[in-house]
T-cell receptor
Framework: GENVEQHPSTLSVQEGDSAVIKCTYS??????FPWYKQELGKRPQLIID?????GEKKDQRIAVTLNKTAKHFSLHITETQPEDSAVYFC??????????FGAGTTVTVRA | DAMVIQNPRYQVTQFGKPVTLSCSQT?????MYWYQQKSSQAPKLLFH???????NEADTPDNFQSRRPNTSFCFLDIRSPGLGDAAMYLC??????????????FGPGTRLTVL
């Protein structure tokens, strides 16, 4: 089955700086890559996703890049704010619905 | 608002006492999932229903069962909870119909405590 590795496990950034989280996947058939944000005690929520026919996608301060050849994808958050502090999970799917999650990255934005 | 609802939000049970967690959705999604999430870990898929078809993950213990009586409702039954089953249980839904986005929508979760 699919194996998704996520790094780093924790990330502390100064407010206003950028944060980058990287994930690799093992199944070359994977074609859907969502990112979820989970605030403390709350449900995971989708923040951005990308499909394998696209190399990059941006939504305001958040962007995701995908390198299919290398089988890795990354989340970029620019101009970080305190409300960006949360756990971020990457995921991959090869059948369009069942997700394999990475282990998560705890992001702390220092004011 | 269309949403995924889980009840109860907090459940306390005794070691070995059966417990049922419920999930309902107003999104009319055809796929429903149950995840177990322990502290500081990723959600772990226990099983999912694709329409009426039940799909168990290979490493899900027999102690966990599920029922989906209709499109809107799905239940998680833990037959004999152990201390290791204390966790947050998340229900999620998605639509796998052609042309639909594959986003999974999560419920708020049920926090299970086993005494």
């Amino acid at each position: 089955g699919e194996n998704v590795e996520q790094h780093p496990s924790t990330l502390s950034v100064q407010e206003g700086d950028s944060a980058v989280i990287k994930c690799t996947y093992s199944d070359s058939a994977s074609n859907y890559f969502p990112w979820y944000k989970q605030e403390l005690g709350k449900r995971p929520q989708l923040i951005i996703d990308i499909r394998s026919n696209v190399g990059e996608k941006k939504d305001q301060r958040i962007a995701v890049t995908l390198n299919k050849t290398a089988k890795h994808f990354s989340l970029h958050i620019t101009e970080t704010q305190p409300e960006d502090s949360a756990v971020y999970f990457c995921a991959a799917s090869s059948n369009d619905y069942k997700l394999s999650f990475g282990a998560g990255t705890t992001v702390t934005v220092r004011a | 608002d269309a949403m995924v609802i889980q009840n109860p939000r907090y459940q306390v049970t005794q070691f070995g006492k059966p417990v049922t967690l419920s999930c309902s959705q107003t999104l009319n999604h055809n796929v429903m999932y149950w995840y177990q999430q322990k502290s500081s870990q990723a959600p772990k898929l226990l099983f999912h229903y694709y329409d009426k078809d039940f799909n168990n993950e290979a490493d899900t213990p027999d102690n966990f069962q599920s029922r989906r009586p209709n499109t809107s409702f799905c239940f998680l039954d833990i037959r004999s909870p152990g201390l290791g089953d204390a966790a947050m249980y998340l229900c999620a839904t998605s639509s796998n119909l052609a042309g639909e986005r594959n986003e999974q929508f999560f419920g708020p979760g049920t926090r299970l405590t086993v005494l």
